[in-house]
């Protein structure tokens, strides 16, 4: 997405009451874009980006922070580190991972401080620690297709996120076919193995995932590149998702599809998996949500609902100011595949099932 990601978000939903918890919260969360949410044990983890900073919340509620701290702060680490010189600034898309024991956030970064395209410095990166708060230690990770891994030789990759099949690690990410100095080349969908966990993190071989090719992901007016980017992996029972999105990040045109594993034998072979979509989509101008996508998921408290947190534009025109709405997601008894509905707009909805009990029995034993 090439696109500036850089504003600090505030929270404006859900606040209880000192006499007793609110049952609803309201939409949208907050302002900001490319939303990360992560449940571990009882509490929900989100990560996202600040100026040269990325940061990191942590709550027993999806729909508010309790704990807000700054997990790693690329200009400070950069003054005592300068081989961090390759990136640090343009922090996009931070995605938070608990990983076989550790903690690891993936994001782009560039070596320049732009805040307009072309935006032809991201590479991708990963901070490895053992606390969703750090310290970390942060390491490159190469997208291009030099065997050698040449930094010299690296191309342009954002929105990395973890899969794992079978016990196996995967990275997907949103690349160039080839570097440029413009942003004049579609987005592609890239995997490729994880060979290596831990601060030495290290990707096997890149190979093309997917590529925008249906009518509703190809470019129109106003588009200058047809693009696929910020998947993310989504199970239920037996079945593998990724979800992605497609069309101008800065138009309404935005929406989400789907790729579903049919064959767990390769997930490197793009014929392992089947395109469908659009599954997730609001094209009607008078509706108050615009362009929606970039989308992560969890379960609430309980367990018994599944959530989807998504970045919507805050108007039709065009332009990159977006904010961040909550909705709950089913899943089709028959074909298996995850339906969300339309996005719900502005206003307020009933909390994800659990949390009001939680906060409620949490208020009674202080």
């Not at 996009?92 to 970064?109: C, D, R």
Request: hydrophobic share 35%; with cysteine.
């Amino acid at each position: 997405m090439i696109v500036p990601r850089e504003a600090l978000c505030t929270s404006r939903g859900g606040a209880p009451t000192d006499e007793t918890p609110s049952r609803t919260f309201v939409n949208p969360l907050r302002d900001g874009a490319d939303p990360w949410i992560v449940k571990h044990g009882d509490k929900y983890y989100t990560c996202r980006s600040g100026r040269r900073k990325i940061i990191v919340t942590e709550s027993r509620f999806m729909t508010r922070p309790e704990r807000t701290e700054v997990a790693f702060d690329f200009a400070q680490a950069a003054a005592e580190n300068p081989e961090l010189a390759w990136t640090g600034y343009t922090i996009w898309a931070p995605e938070l991972h608990y990983i076989e024991g550790k903690w690891y956030i993936f994001y782009a970064g560039g070596q320049r401080d732009i805040h307009k395209p072309p935006y032809t410095w991201q590479r991708a990166g990963v901070l490895v620690g053992d606390s969703p708060f750090g310290p970390f230690e942060c390491r490159r990770l190469f997208t291009g297709d030099d065997p050698e891994q040449k930094p010299e030789n690296d191309i342009w990759g954002i929105d990395m996120t973890h899969l794992e099949v079978d016990g196996k690690h995967y990275a997907v990410w949103s690349g160039w076919p080839k570097q440029v100095d413009d942003n004049s080349q579609d987005q592609l969908l890239y995997i490729a193995e994880i060979t290596q966990l831990g601060e030495k993190m290290t990707l096997g071989k890149r190979h093309l995932l997917a590529k925008p090719e249906e009518k509703w992901e190809m470019k129109a007016g106003g588009e200058w590149i047809s693009l696929v980017e910020g998947a993310a992996a989504l199970k239920h029972g037996d079945d593998v998702f990724l979800l992605y999105s497609t069309r101008g990040s800065w138009t309404a045109n935005y929406k989400m599809g789907l790729l579903k594993l049919i064959d767990r034998s390769n997930p490197l072979d793009s014929r392992s998996w089947e395109k469908h979509g659009p599954v997730f989509a609001d094209d009607d101008p008078h509706d108050e949500v615009f362009g929606v996508g970039h989308a992560s998921y969890t379960t609430s408290p309980d367990g018994r609902e599944n959530w989807i947190l998504y970045h919507s534009k805050k108007a039709l025109t065009g332009g990159w100011q977006r904010e961040v709405y909550l909705q709950p997601f089913t899943f089709d008894p028959q074909t298996g595949l995850p339906v969300f509905g339309k996005p719900v707009g502005k206003g307020e909805l009933k909390r994800p099932s659990g949390e009001y009990e939680a906060e409620l029995s949490g208020m009674k034993s202080e």
